[in-house]
């Protein structure tokens, strides 16, 4: 079966760095995303990765090793808007998105 | 502004009833998605459109059906809803199935009791 393992919960405090763990088993691999969801709201888009490597956008930074089937999040600076939970998907060999059931990042001042 | 619009927001519906949440995007999105989001779960995907006209079956399509008129609306409907139908529903598009993010609506919670 496919499948996406991340952490449930983490804590970290304000200022500091976060690093969100994904790995999966999929059938296939056409790509990986991070998005962001705040509580009540919809996921909005943070990362893409499709070749090994890391990708750095500002405070966030994804990585991805596909021979390992593992990838990570890195947060820098934490700010209390980061307090949100992060998915991680992963489009399988039919296009599909297999997704995480979430990492909830709780960050305390 | 551009993107996704669901209605309603949420709703309170009686087991056996039918229900239509409604989605329209305006980014001239080829794919259009539907998921079901539930505490402890991952986004599981209901049905897709990949483009006007067609439409596919997700992980989850029992007791959903969806149609594709046109570019800019996907409904789903419960044709006779159940408890277990209770959840956060979210409506996405993407340029097409198999490149670009997806962009979602503000999601449609659904209570069935």
């Known amino acids: 079966g496919q499948n996406i393992d991340q952490p449930t919960e983490m804590t970290a405090t304000e200022g500091a760095i976060v690093q969100i763990n994904c790995t999966y088993q999929?059938?296939?691999?056409?790509?990986l995303f991070w998005y962001q969801q705040h509580a009540g709201e919809a996921p909005t888009f943070l990362s893409y990765n499709v070749l090994d490597g890391l990708e750095e956008k500002g405070r966030f930074s994804s990585f991805l090793s596909r021979s390992k089937g593992y990838s990570y999040l890195l947060l820098k600076e934490l700010q209390m808007k980061d307090s949100a939970s992060y998915l991680c998907?992963?489009?399988?060999?039919?296009?599909?998105?297999?997704w995480g059931a979430g990492t909830k990042l709780i960050i305390k001042p | 502004i551009a993107g996704i619009t669901q209605a309603p927001t949420s709703q309170i519906l009686a087991a056996g009833r039918r229900m239509t949440l409604r989605c329209t995007q305006d980014m001239r999105h080829n794919a259009m998605y539907w998921y079901r989001q539930d505490l402890g779960l991952g986004l599981r995907l209901i049905h897709y459109?990949?483009?006007?006209?067609?439409?596919g079956k997700g992980e989850v399509p029992d007791g959903y059906s969806v149609s594709r008129a046109n570019t800019d609306d996907f409904p789903l409907t419960l044709a006779s809803a159940v408890p277990s139908q209770t959840s956060v529903y979210f409506c996405a598009s993407s340029d097409s199935l198999d490149t670009g993010e997806l962009f979602f609506g503000e999601g449609s919670r659904l209570t069935v009791l």
């Open positions: 998907a992963v489009r399988d060999s039919n296009y599909q998105l297999i």
């Open positions: 459109s990949n483009t006007a006209g067609t439409t």
């Open positions: 999929t059938s296939g691999f056409n790509g």
